[in-house]
């Protein structure tokens, strides 16, 4: 196993494509290869987060997600943005984070966000270990914030608040993958 991040990611694809080994990537896409590939609708899913709380009423939402060049993140967000502009609301560049990949990084950045404009009321964690930090600092901090994450996690449900998530079905996701 290869982290997406790690530099020999690249490296690793090109071999494994010149050597003609199957392979299929999981939730992630290649910008510079053309390989197969199994993904939820991340545009979507994020279109269908921004649209839930903006209908329960939040009009300031952060994002937390990691880099704009990691695949999920910048669908992700392109569905905020895109419920954003559905529902008529402007969005605050101030409140949407990049870069985090742990949960310790997602909780120093919300937790920064929170004692700087003290605004959010809600965020949009762009994936598990997003909404796990950004819950860590509002529950630090005592800010009362709406946070609905992209995948689950254990015990999102129990806690106080508990997060929202969008659940992406692995057992269905790992079905295709395994067809291809």
């Known amino acids: 196993i290869i982290s997406l991040h790690s530099p020999q990611f690249n490296q690793s694809i090109c071999r494994l494509t010149d050597a003609g ?3 299929v990537l999981l939730d992630h896409r290649m910008r510079d290869f053309q390989v197969s590939s199994v993904t939820a609708d991340n ?3 994020g279109y ?3 649209t839930f709380l903006t209908k ?3 009009r300031r939402i952060a994002f937390v997600g990691n880099a704009a060049s990691v695949y999920t993140s ?3 967000l392109a569905g905020y943005r895109a419920a954003h502009a559905a529902a008529g609301l402007p969005i605050d560049e101030e409140l949407v984070v990049l870069g985090p990949r742990t949960v310790a990084e997602a909780e120093a950045a919300f937790a920064a966000l929170l004692a700087e404009l003290a ?3 809600a965020v949009f964690g762009q994936n598990d270990l997003m909404s796990m930090g950004a819950w860590r600092a509002a529950h630090r901090l005592g800010t009362p914030t709406a946070i609905v994450g992209f995948d689950d996690f254990d015990l999102a ?3 106080d608040p508990p997060v929202t998530v969008v659940l992406q079905d692995a057992v269905e996701l790992g079905r295709r993958a395994a067809a291809l």
């Open 119 to 121: 605004a959010a009321a």
């Open 56 to 58: 329960q009423g939040h």
């Open 21 to 23: 080994f199957p392979f």
């Open 157 to 159: 449900d129990v806690l």
């Open 43 to 45: 545009h979507d899913g």
């Open 48 to 50: 269908q987060v921004g």
């Open 74 to 76: 910048a669908h992700r």
